[in-house]
């Protein structure tokens, strides 16, 4: 676990500081959150099976209260810096929603990294799991347009009706 965390958040914050240096105060939601996919997907891509076990302890992990600490211990940082240019890119964002939005990505960056299945099945084989470069750009657009949408000052602050 150790291992691959670390190899995982190195290369995020190697890649979001790339970006950052590229861009310096100029910056663009979709380019952000693919700097920080880019790493997962590049580690899944040379390691396989490795990194989709490692993709799918993490996210069985994330709903066991015993390891919250060493969770928060090993990703929180890369979050932070995450956000941070997260923030760069929405400036007039609220902070409540960054943070909702990010949880929300979360889950879907976990689902669509984790070998279950799913979606061969659903959709009779159309899509797969190991296509991992039909994933990633509809990943990145789907990710920002749900820090849009919530973002905004629409999304959150309205009320859904019933």
Sequence with gaps: FTRRADLLNS??????????????????????IAAY??????????????????????????????????????????????IALLRKAMPDADEADLFWSYHMFLG?????????????????????????DQIEPRLVKYGAQGFRAVCSGHGASREIKK
């Design 108 to 132: 879907s960056v976990t689902i669509a990294t984790m070998d279950t299945g799913a979606i061969e099945r659903a959709s009779g084989g159309l899509c797969r799991l190991d296509d991992l």
């Design 37 to 82: 996919l880019r790493p997962v997907f590049g580690l899944i891509r040379q390691g396989g099976q490795g990194w989709r076990n490692f993709c799918a302890f993490i996210g069985n992990a994330s709903s066991a209260p015993e390891l919250t600490e060493l969770l928060a211990q090993k990703f929180d940082p890369v979050v932070k810096r995450f």
């Design 11 to 32: 290369e995020r914050m190697r890649e979001l500081d790339r970006y950052e240096a590229e861009n310096d105060g100029d910056y663009e939601l979709e380019s952000v």
